[in-house]
């Protein structure tokens, strides 16, 4: 359960600083329509990194630690999938990048379906 907590704290850290470094460093490269696919990915990432930190949590308090866990796991991948292939998208231009991003958003739905079912079961 530490490990959830412990990845979505990295996972907020490695946010916080690729926003900051869009932001600044990335300022005059990122224009339109990538400044908003760059902004995207960031705000995935955050949603997702807070959730990885909220799961570890509840893991620790659930009946279905495993199936928090789980839907942890898949959350994680999301951030990488999803946030990660709208970075590169974004920073290269290449397309075909883009093709990756809904299987981010998949583990997302994954994870969080995972999570709805380890609640429902008590």
Not at 1 to 7: G, S
Not at 46 to 63: P, T, V, W, Y
């Amino acid at each position: 359960m530490q490990t959830l907590v412990a990845l979505g704290a990295i996972m907020m850290f490695l946010a916080v600083a690729l926003g900051a470094f869009g932001a600044h460093a990335l300022k005059n490269i990122l224009v339109g329509e990538k400044l908003k696919t760059y902004q995207t990915g960031i705000q995935y990432h955050i949603a997702h990194g807070l959730g990885l930190i909220l799961l570890g949590i509840i893991a620790d308090q659930s009946a279905h630690a495993s199936l928090v866990v789980t839907a942890g796991w898949f959350l994680l991948a999301g951030i990488i999938l999803f946030s990660g292939s709208l970075y590169a998208l974004s920073l290269t231009g290449i397309r075909k990048l883009g093709a990756i991003t809904p299987l981010g958003g998949i583990c997302f739905l994954t994870g969080w379906a995972i999570l709805l079912i380890a609640i429902l079961q008590g």
